[in-house]
């Protein structure tokens, strides 16, 4: 099998055959759904939500990496992420106290940063790899009324994408690629800002979030990550059982991703998203949402629109209509 996530089709299968829920799990595994909910009891006002991401296709930053992109998952519940876990495998080769050392400092500001507590994890020196490997574990919670599914998109709404793409593919091409493109000569400072991308315009959403959920009924939040935005949306048509129309001549890509991802050959629509934000609503929340987005400096546009029918998606140019297929594998394997 090729590098990157499992084939939807084999996932729904071992999901189906394999998964154990009881009558707690509110959400479980399911395409599309990136975080689980645990109902505590009913007693307490808030669910438990719980996430497990992985960091592999980078090193550098690796720790803030694993804190944002594990937040993200919790983010989109419309709830607080509280707790952080992390198992860091470190090769065995060119692993030591000062790599060590640097790992833990990005998480432990990471966290600070988002007011996260980091509160365990396992770390070992492993066999057989040649880069670190961060497997991030994030628990949070919300009031159980405010609860955000990726499946609860409604036919009618609008579909947003927040921000544009590919914040994080851009980051990650510039570091892995850094002397190649100075080879080639691009000038240092562009490749520093295509660099520091991860903050700046971010590859965080919790703030965005937060705004939506306070100024509007979302139905649908998804944070678009490996296989980019298609296949971002593709997850959100499969969990929610509704077609989308999308209209991709609106998608915002930054110009740095533009210039990068045609270096290397990317469809920066297929590369992973980090960053990004998709959430559906109902027209008449929109007017509201927009001014909060607005006062708050986030950009925004909308893309498409949800309606009845099979799960997938329709790329609407004009009066024409063409499904778009999940692609099988993000664009970003390209450069590795």
Not at 9 to 23: A, E, F, G, T
Not at 295 to 305: E, K, L, N, W, Y
Request: proline letters at 5%; aromatic letters at 6%.
């Amino acid at each position: 099998m090729k590098s990157g996530k499992l084939p939807i089709d084999l996932l729904k299968k071992v999901l189906k055959r394999y998964s154990i829920v009881d009558p707690t799990v509110i959400v479980g595994p399911k395409i599309g759904e990136d975080a689980a909910v645990i109902d505590p009891g009913k007693k307490s006002k808030h669910y438990w939500v719980v996430t497990s991401d992985p960091i592999t296709f980078t090193t550098d930053e690796i720790g803030y990496y694993g804190v944002v992109v594990n937040i993200n998952d919790i983010a989109t519940r419309g709830a607080t992420p509280k707790y952080f876990l992390a198992t860091l495998l470190f090769p065995e080769k060119g692993s030591d106290q000062k790599i060590v050392n640097k790992t833990f400092r990005q998480i432990h500001d990471a966290c600070r940063r988002f007011n996260v507590s980091f509160v365990g994890g396992h770390t070992e020196i492993t066999p057989g790899l040649d880069r670190i490997i961060l497997s991030g574990h994030m628990i949070g919670e919300v009031k159980k009324e405010n609860l955000v599914k990726t499946s609860g998109a409604r036919a009618g709404d609008l579909l947003l994408m927040v921000k544009g793409v590919c914040i994080e593919g851009t980051s990650i091409i510039a570091r892995e690629k850094g002397k190649e493109l100075l080879a080639k000569g691009f000038h240092p400072s562009f490749i520093k800002r295509a660099k520091s991308f991860i903050f700046n315009p971010g590859i965080d959403v919790l703030k965005a979030t937060q705004i939506a959920c306070r100024h509007a009924s979302i139905h649908s939040m998804h944070d678009p990550t490996e296989g980019g935005l298609i296949n971002g949306i593709v997850e959100m048509a499969i969990a929610s059982e509704k077609e989308f129309e999308v209209d991709l001549e609106k998608v915002f890509v930054y110009e740095e991703s533009r210039i990068l991802c045609g270096e290397f050959g990317i469809n920066p629509l297929g590369t992973i998203a980090s960053g990004s934000l998709l959430l559906t609503l109902s027209p008449k929340d929109l007017p509201a949402l927009q001014k909060a987005f607005q006062r708050a400096s986030i950009p925004f546009q909308v893309i498409g629109r949800v309606k009845r029918g099979p799960a997938r998606i329709l790329r609407v140019d004009g009066k024409r209509k063409k499904e778009l297929k999940p692609l099988p594998r993000d664009e970003i394997l390209k450069i590795f």
